[in-house]
């Protein structure tokens, strides 16, 4: 971190770290700093970044809910889970980064090329368009069969049901007018 | 040996030389693959990153699926793999949580009971198909002293608590699988090291550095190519090689070949069956002079 800031114990804020043991099946607090996580973790090595789980980890225990929500390194992780599977007291770090990122897109925070990809997701039932040039593609190139269309339908009722749409403030594509 | 087969987004899309050669040597290794109808998205990483709910149901919506045709899952994706046997260890496990997933899920009449296996194709090769009978199949071996590596990624491998697939760490099935061929799958440092894609979208810098490490350091272990079994591994290593070469100013490259590629040749299928034309670091194409009859 680049600043340097003064947490008093008399001010702690537990709460965050505590949102996270109701919400997860394992303890926090049970981190005892060893730095396994980012010893292990091939973006801290070669990301060429700062980025350190256990930093992360240090710093929701401080309740420090602004610096670790608005921080963009907690979208650096890629979920490799080496960490996890070599951390001495069970802590899962990619989880407490899922659950983080989670927290703070419902503040509206969301690396704007994942809305992006939400946003395909919603419209074509893929991360990308499978149309009618990459069926032709498939078949004549490849000799496979044309692709089962994606339910993009119910794949966007559901997301309705339970609000990603919102979530994601995802617009559906103006309805073409006129001829093709 | 029959399986619904899920592509997910990215294969139909980008690897279809991966998916062309999937299908040719399950076909010849008697592995069934059917179509799984209007799939669509597995939710992937980015949709858990953003909501975890949403994550799941797509997940679940892809079991409830399958289990109306009564088959177990095969996927090709390490993505796919790891999001559907995520939601499938968690449904089957908490039935209050199955219960509210399949109460969203019922309006479009779908519900899942829990009663599917989620499988890696790798596993499938290895666990169904065995290591005998594919040696069988192999026909034309590799010429002595090819050196590969095997680049396994991470999905099917780790968390290992839900993949249950090999060591999490030192994984040798791909290894093994190779060996049949004749080719020796060598260690090399970057084997296990994630290739960076789950960021390639919003940190590409850091994805290259990622991909850069896996590349480096199999033409440091003298490797003649790497072997992936994952569209994101391949596109990181493949595709974005030709990214990493011009960063780093490298005077090589590395051909990536796709597991079943791999295979197919030692079987006696073509470059062209195979969709090996479409691997983006060419020098793949020449890799059948590699083959002993080719000599």
């Keep these: 971190m680049e600043t340097e800031k003064v947490v008093k114990l008399s001010d702690l804020d537990l709460s965050l770290a505590e949102e996270f043991i109701e919400d997860l099946s394992f303890d926090l607090f049970a981190c005892y700093q060893c730095g396994t996580c980012t010893g292990s973790c091939p973006v801290a090595r070669f990301g060429g970044e700062e980025f350190s789980p256990r930093n992360i980890i240090r710093l929701i225990m401080l309740g420090d809910r602004e610096a670790v929500l608005h921080n963009p390194l907690i979208w650096l992780c890629t979920g490799c889970y080496v960490c996890e599977e070599r951390c001495p007291q069970d802590v899962k770090p990619p989880e407490i980064f899922v659950h983080l990122r989670n927290m703070a897109a419902k503040e509206n925070i969301i690396p704007s090329v994942w809305s992006d990809i939400a946003a395909n997701i919603l419209t074509f039932g893929l991360m990308n368009e499978v149309g009618e040039y990459e069926n032709k593609i498939r078949q004549t190139r490849f000799k496979l069969p044309e692709l089962p269309t994606p339910d993009a339908d119910i794949m966007r009722k559901l997301a309705e049901k339970i609000k990603f749409t919102k979530l994601v403030h995802y617009k559906p594509p103006e309805e073409e007018t006129g001829e093709k | ?295």
């Design chain 2, 1 to 295: 040996m029959k399986y619904a087969l899920f592509l997910g987004c990215t294969i139909p899309e980008k690897m279809n030389g991966y998916e062309a050669s999937s299908r040719v040597v399950a076909k010849e290794l008697g592995v069934e693959l059917i179509d799984l109808p209007n799939s669509g998205c597995c939710g992937s990483p980015i949709v858990r990153s953003m909501d975890e709910q949403y994550w799941t149901l797509l997940s679940a919506r892809i079991l409830a699926t399958a289990e109306k045709m009564d088959l177990d899952i095969c996927c090709l994706c390490n993505g796919c793999v790891g999001s559907i046997m995520h939601a499938n260890e968690y449904l089957k496990k908490d039935n209050a949580a199955r219960e509210d997933i399949n109460n969203i899920l019922s309006d479009f009449d779908l519900e899942y009971n829990g009663t599917l296996e989620v499988k890696h194709f790798l596993k499938i090769l290895y666990e169904d198909v065995g290591l005998p009978r594919i040696k069988e199949h192999l026909k034309i071996p590799f010429k002595d002293g090819l050196k590969v590596g095997a680049y396994y990624g991470c999905h099917m491998l780790r968390p290992s608590e839900i993949t249950h697939h090999g060591d999490p760490e030192r994984p040798l099935h791909m290894d093994e699988i190779i060996n049949l061929t004749g080719a020796i799958a060598s260690d090399y440092e970057g084997k296990i090291s994630c290739c960076g894609a789950p960021v390639l979208s919003n940190a590409p810098d850091v994805a290259w550095r990622l991909t850069h490490r896996i590349i480096s350091t199999a033409h440091d272990a003298a490797l003649k190519a790497l072997i992936t079994i994952c569209p994101f591994c391949s596109l990181s290593l493949d595709l974005n090689q030709i990214k990493v070469k011009e960063l780093w100013e490298l005077d090589y490259d590395i051909p990536v070949l796709h597991l079943p590629q791999l295979l197919g040749l030692s079987m006696g299928f073509g470059v062209r069956e195979l969709g090996i034309f479409e691997n983006r670091v060419k020098s793949a194409m020449k890799f059948p002079r590699f083959l002993l009859k080719n000599e």
